[in-house]
Each structure stands twice: as C-alpha cells, then as structure tokens.
Nanobody, 127 residues
C-alpha cells in the first residue's frame, strides 16, 4: 500500500507557472510508475503526464506538451509536475497516481492501469 499526497496547487495568472509535488509513503516508491491526471469542473478526469519507475521515460498529453514537465526524485519519494505558460483551460484538480509492478521503462496513460491515487490539489488559472 502506498499513500500519495499532492501539494503545490493554487491560483496563478495566465502565463504563470506552478510546480506540483506528490509525496509517496513507503519504501518501494522507486518501483512504481507514476502519473498525473486532472479533472476540470463538469468534465471527465484526463491524463496529463506519466513517468516510468526509473524516470527514463516520460509521456505527455498533447494539450500540455512543451509546457509541462514531469520528473521524480526516488530518494525523496516524490514526483513533480512543473507547469509553465499556464492557460485558463489548465484549471482543474490535479491528481497523482501510482502503478505497482510496472513493466521496465513503460509509462501508463489510462486510469484503470493505476493502483493508487492521491486526493488532488486545485490549480486555478485566471485570465
């Protein structure tokens, strides 16, 4: 079992930047593939970014490619989402997720593939 706690959300103006963090409990964080998802009001939760257990592979939704960067620090049991050039349409609750026993270097982009979820952190981008 792993517990995930997101932080770093807040209110930012369009064009600004935020860095989200997701801290994981447990000693096996480095063996999990990780992902970020988001859910805007009235919409389904959607994939944002993913990173392999080693950090060697990453993948992004087209809507955030070139603006967001996912990274991880296995020594700190933390995964990050650096967001820049934020747009009002990035407003959402952002969730991190962890997948047990990932295949080597693989990233995962769909919700059913993940085993654990955080409670989310709100990001609001004003125009």
């Amino acid at each position: 079992q792993v517990q995930l706690v997101e932080s770093g959300g807040g209110l930012v103006q369009a064009g600004g930047a935020l860095r989200l963090s997701c801290a994981a409990s447990g000693r096996t964080f480095s063996s999990y593939a990780m992902g970020w998802f988001r859910q805007a009001p009235g919409k389904e939760r959607e994939f944002v970014a993913a990173i392999s257990w080693s950090g060697g592979s990453t993948y992004y939704a087209d809507s955030v490619k070139g603006r967001f960067t996912i990274s991880r620090d296995n020594a700190k049991n933390t995964v990050y989402l650096q967001m820049s050039s934020l747009k009002p349409e990035d407003t959402a609750v952002y969730y991190c997720a962890a997948k047990r026993l990932p295949l080597r270097s693989r990233v995962y982009t769909t919700e059913p593939e993940y085993d654990y979820w955080g409670r989310g952190t709100q990001v609001t981008v004003s125009s």
